[in-house]
Structure formats: structure tokens, C-alpha cells
């Protein structure tokens, strides 16, 4: 199983250069958008606040987090964190990220069902990611006398690729939400609004890249287990 060992952690490696591109292409895209103003002069802030207010979001705070493209929508304290350059940006891409996010508040305050999906499996997924790591480990080493071992690898493998795909239809409703309130809005202009939709696009692939790779592997488990 040695050999099996080393074609998993070779795959892992190449998924993980596809996921560096696309995060590298999603940075580039950021930095180009990040230096056309949109017309309307709203900032990420500003953009975030209007939004919720546009869909009657109560109890939802708009604060300013730390890092670069650290920006997320938080259900437990409902606060909308915004990385400095989106909060205090004024161009295409701090209020299509804003916009974004805020389409996660607006999904939580109407009980989107994926949504809700994706949080009851959180505690699971936590569980799964801190043993898989481990369990891989053994079931590669004590493959020939506990193989039974490979199916609780694949059990832990199996909840974080259904969760990485149940947060694929999340983030693109919340991106589809942030576009059409966008222009709705009048936030944007047309060239402003094909270049917001194509950073959330970027945004989307690297979740769709890391649910491939997720996929791939435990596919890869899957065939090894009944190989042995």
C-alpha cells in the first residue's frame, strides 16, 4: 500500500497547484478591478449597509476585519466583516465582494435552505478535517490487517466533499443576489457590472476548484479500497 500512499499525496499535490492558480488568478483579477472607481462613489461600507437595509436585514453589523480578501459573512454573531480595502475601497471589486457577503446575510435571514444545510453539517465537517489527516496515516499502514480501517478514511473524506459541493450553489445565490442588487441599485455601471461579475466568478471558481479536488480524491480512496 506504500505505492497507493505516494499516488495520493502525488494527486493531492497536483489539486493543490490547480487551486494555487486559480487563487493567483482571483488575486489578479482583484488588484485590476481594484483600480476602477465606480461611478457612484459608494464604498464596500457603504454598499454593505445600503444592501441590507434594500432587503430589511435586521441585527446585521457591517464592521472591518484584518488581511487581504479575508471577507466573510458570520451567522453566529451576524456581522458582515470586510477586509480593509473592500470596507474602505470605492471600486468594482470592495463593492462586488461587499454586496457578496451581504447576499450570505440576506440568504440567512430568509432561511435559504442550502444554507441551512451547510451550517448543520459544520460541526461534522470540523470533526472530519482534524481526523482525516490521521486515520489516512494508518489505514495506509495497517491496510493488510485492519482494512476496515480505509472505510472510515472514506466516511471523513465523503462529509467534506459534500460539504465543499453543498457550498457551491450558497456562493453562487449570494453572488447571483450581489449582481442583481448591484444593478438594480444603479451601484454599478454596465462595464462596472461585467467587471464585478467577472471577480465573483473568480471568486466562485476556487470554491468549485476545491470541491473537485475534494471529489477526486475520495474517488481515489474509493477505487483504492477495492483494490485491496
Do not use: C
Not at 70 to 98: C, E, F, I, M, W
Request: hydrophobic content about 50%; cysteine-free; charged content about 15%.
Amino acid at each position: 500500500m506504500g505505492s497507493g500512499y505516494m499516488v495520493y499525496y502525488l494527486l493531492a499535490g497536483a489539486l493543490t497547484m490547480v487551486g494555487m492558480w486559480v487563487s493567483s488568478r482571483l488575486k489578479s483579477k482583484f488588484a485590476a478591478y481594484s483600480k476602477i472607481n465606480v461611478r457612484s462613489g459608494m464604498s464596500g461600507k457603504d454598499v454593505a449597509e445600503e444592501m441590507l437595509r434594500h432587503y430589511n436585514v435586521q441585527g446585521v453589523k457591517v464592521v472591518m476585519g484584518q488581511g487581504f480578501l479575508s471577507d466573510h459573512y458570520n451567522p453566529l454573531s451576524k456581522t458582515v466583516s470586510l477586509s480593509p480595502d473592500v470596507y474602505q475601497g470605492r471600486h468594482v471589486a470592495a463593492v462586488a465582494v461587499a454586496a457578496h457577503e451581504v447576499g450570505h446575510a440576506v440568504q440567512h435571514d430568509t432561511a435559504y435552505s442550502m444554507l441551512k444545510l451547510r451550517s448543520a453539517l459544520v460541526p461534522a465537517v470540523k470533526a472530519a478535517s482534524i481526523a482525516q489527516g490521521p486515520l489516512l496515516m494508518f489505514a495506509f499502514m495497517m491496510a493488510a490487517t485492519i482494512p476496515s480501517l480505509m472505510l472510515v478514511v472514506i466516511a471523513a473524506f465523503a462529509v467534506t466533499t459534500l460539504f465543499s459541493f453543498i457550498t457551491l450553489p450558497v456562493e453562487f445565490d449570494a453572488s447571483k443576489r450581489a449582481l442583481a442588487w448591484l444593478d438594480q441599485a444603479e451601484v454599478t455601471s454596465d462595464e462596472e457590472h461585467e467587471g464585478a461579475k467577472d471577480a465573483l466568478w473568480w471568486a466562485a471558481m476556487t470554491y468549485v476548484s476545491a470541491a473537485l479536488s475534494s471529489l477526486v480524491i475520495l474517488l481515489y480512496l474509493v477505487l483504492s479500497s477495492q483494490r485491496n
